[in-house]
């Protein structure tokens, strides 16, 4: 037992003076089995469509799991790539939370690639490992050619940090004669006007939908707001085609949110054209869980409810690291709750110690191999 205490201090102090090993970050990625689906709005599987609309917000869902076998330490993470036919609009992250509402990871979202980096909640849990990452995300595909509109809409985070918006609102393409002109703009939840942001400019589509200025006078605009609806009032009569801007602050999820609004034209010259309304909205981020089962403890009876004999005075497997040294099963702090007091109190020490020696001699043995320095100690 003297040989063994004195042992485990050299071993300590080498380590102490010789190692500072610390663990890497692995890619768990080809570790795991995933899967994914896009949804509408309705919830309609639209995966496999390649033409999703630049302009309208999908749902995207990656399922994840790995196996009881796979080792997660802090800082292990999963790599999902973005699917081709849809983007995230700007880079963003949020946490990851367990059923219990414990954040275990973080997600981290640019336009390739949805990372989920774990933290150190999963080194003890083994058992049906699983989650989902859940992103808001907009389509790719622009139809540049298409004249079948009077007014459009769109928007688009101002900065990465997705606390405001810029909402774009456009019309009359084909020059109309109008007057008396009203715009009426339906804020959705969580959107407050930016005073004075309004602006317009006056001038033309191309054959792409590009928006080209033509520097003509635009129409004075007057802006009333109406608990949530703003309107926008053009004063006199005009052709010109006018393209509108004006910002809203976002104040709504900061880990991910949707945002929506819908305008509405009326006037005199808009009553026989395409569309008089029109809805847009921007998304960012998402949510994501992770699932696991806890360990069960071993039950100490059988199927028959009967005493299984207590073994804790028995030699556990030769250590292959140690062929000439034996392992015990032992408790670091607690020794009698593994083994009975009638092994005797100097047994139990004994192992108790021996459980120290045995857990620190193969982790250095393995270092320096199986006929290293330390296999001889």
Not at 38 to 64: A, C, E
Not at 223 to 251: K, M, S
Not at 319 to 327: D, I, L, M, S
Not at 334 to 362: A, E, L, Q
Request: aromatic share 12%; hydrophobic share 30%; net charge neutral.
């Amino acid at each position: 037992m003297v040989k063994k205490v004195i042992s485990l201090l050299v071993f300590a102090c080498l380590g102490l003076f010789f190692f500072n090993v610390s663990a890497h970050a692995d890619d768990l990625t080809n570790q795991i089995n995933s899967s994914y689906q896009v949804s509408d709005s309705q919830g309609k599987d639209v995966t496999n469509q390649s033409n999703l609309d630049y302009y309208t917000q999908y749902k995207l869902k990656y399922h994840w799991n790995m196996g009881d076998n796979v080792d997660v330490k802090e800082n292990d993470s999963i790599q999902l790539s973005i699917p081709q036919n849809v983007r995230v609009d700007g880079a963003n992250s949020f946490p990851a939370y367990n059923t219990d509402n414990v954040a275990v990871g973080t997600v981290n979202i640019n336009n390739s690639t949805a990372t989920l980096t774990f933290n150190s909640s999963l080194l003890d849990k083994k058992i049906n490992r699983q989650g989902d990452i859940n992103l808001n995300v907009s389509g790719k595909n622009i139809d540049h050619k298409s004249k079948n509109w009077f007014i459009n809409k769109t928007g688009w985070f101002k900065k990465d940090d997705h606390k405001q918006i810029t909402w774009n609102v456009a019309f009359n393409p084909n020059h109309n004669d109008l007057s008396n002109v009203k715009l009426t703009d339906s804020l959705g939840k969580n959107q407050k006007y930016v005073s004075g942001s309004v602006k317009a400019t006056s001038g033309y589509w191309d054959e792409n939908n590009n928006f080209i200025a033509d520097n003509k006078t635009v129409p004075a605009i007057t802006v009333n707001q109406v608990n949530n609806n703003l309107e926008f009032n053009f004063a006199g009569a005009f052709n010109n085609g006018i393209n509108l801007t004006y910002d809203t602050d976002a104040n709504g999820n900061p880990n991910g949110d949707v945002y929506k609004n819908t305008v509405a034209i009326s006037g005199q010259g808009t009553e026989n054209v395409a569309n008089t309304s029109v809805s847009a909205s921007v998304s960012f981020g998402g949510n994501a869980n992770v699932k696991y089962d806890q360990t069960k403890p071993t039950n100490p009876n059988d199927n028959n409810g009967n005493q299984q004999p207590n073994n804790n005075c028995q030699p556990q497997p030769i250590n292959p690291c140690r062929p000439h040294k034996v392992v015990y099963q032992w408790g670091w702090c607690r020794p009698v709750r593994h083994y009975s007091w009638g092994c005797g109190f100097f047994n139990c020490i004994d192992r108790w110690f021996t459980g120290i020696y045995n857990w620190f001699v193969p982790r250095t043995c393995y270092i320096f191999g199986s006929r290293g320095f330390f296999s001889y100690w």
